[in-house]
T-cell receptor, first 116, second 116 residues
Framework: DAGVIQSPRHEVTEMGQEVTLRCKPISGHNSLFWYRQTMMRGLELLIYFNNNVPIDDSGMPEDRFSAKMPNASFSTLKIQPSEPRDSAVYFCASSSLSGTGGDTQYFGPGTRLTVL | AQTVTQSQPEMSVQEAETVTLSCTYD???????LFWYKQPPSRQMILVIRQEAYKQQNATENRFSVNFQKAAKSFSLKISDSQLGDTAMYFC?????????????FGTGTLLAVQP
């Protein structure tokens, strides 16, 4: 079975450019999560979706960040304009959320973003 | 609010020996899951083991086992017969099963080095 798929695996861009990260969750999962990992702050949850609807975006740093989930098999995280402090590894994860609460999250391989 | 604490930033073990990583958590809930994730140098977040809070029996997965002490809110990971491939950052994590929330709470991680 295919796991969570993320693209690109590496992205190098210049300050001010738009960056789009992509994620395909595991088929059948109804929850999708975007995390950011840095040395200083560890793993941070940016936003998560249930059934394609954003539920909690309190972790999104600022208006430069936006996330969409147009259908059950695809999500994007966009940074516009990008800044050097956005350099990090961005993970996408998916899980099944039932009426009894959260379940195991499976992570993609991550996208290492470098903003020069 | 739930919190997860890993008090050992780094640990080292000789190949073939056994090592135990500590994790404590704080919650007022009774129904939840606990996890250990492994992050090797490749950065991939890999699920190692899962424990359901309502199960008294400790979870095991091959060389990996946990010591789950619900009253003490402790969830340690034991790695037996350590292998060089076990070298990684290990994260303890908590998720509630008591409602609609689907947020995974991570500890700060323990960096494990397996020495030849």
């Amino acid at each position: 079975d295919a796991g969570v798929i993320q693209s690109p695996r590496h992205e190098v861009t210049e300050m001010g450019q738009e960056v789009t990260l992509r994620c395909k969750p595991i088929s059948g999962h109804n929850s999708l999560f975007w995390y950011r990992q840095t040395m200083m702050r560890g793993l941070e949850l940016l936003i998560y979706f249930n059934n394609n609807v954003p539920i909690d975006d309190s972790g999104m740093p600022e208006d430069r960040f936006s996330a969409k989930m147009p259908n059950a098999s695809f999500s994007t995280l966009k940074i516009q304009p990008s800044e050097p402090r956005d350099s990090a590894v961005y993970f996408c994860a998916s899980s099944s959320l039932s009426g009894t609460g959260g379940d195991t999250q499976y992570f993609g391989p991550g996208t290492r973003l470098t903003v020069l | 609010a739930q919190t997860v604490t890993q008090s050992q930033p780094e640990m080292s073990v000789q190949e073939a020996e056994t090592v135990t990583l500590s994790c404590t958590y704080d919650t007022s809930e009774n129904n939840y899951y606990l996890f250990w994730y492994k992050q090797p140098p490749s950065r991939q977040m890999i699920l190692v083991i899962r424990q359901e809070a309502y199960k008294q029996q400790n979870a095991t997965e091959n060389r990996f086992s946990v010591n789950f002490q619900k009253a003490a809110k402790s969830f340690s990971l034991k790695i037996s017969d350590s292998q060089l491939g076990d070298t990684a950052m290990y994260f303890c994590a908590f998720i509630s099963r008591s409602g609609a929330t689907n947020k995974l709470i991570f500890g700060t991680g323990t960096l494990l080095a397996v020495q030849p």
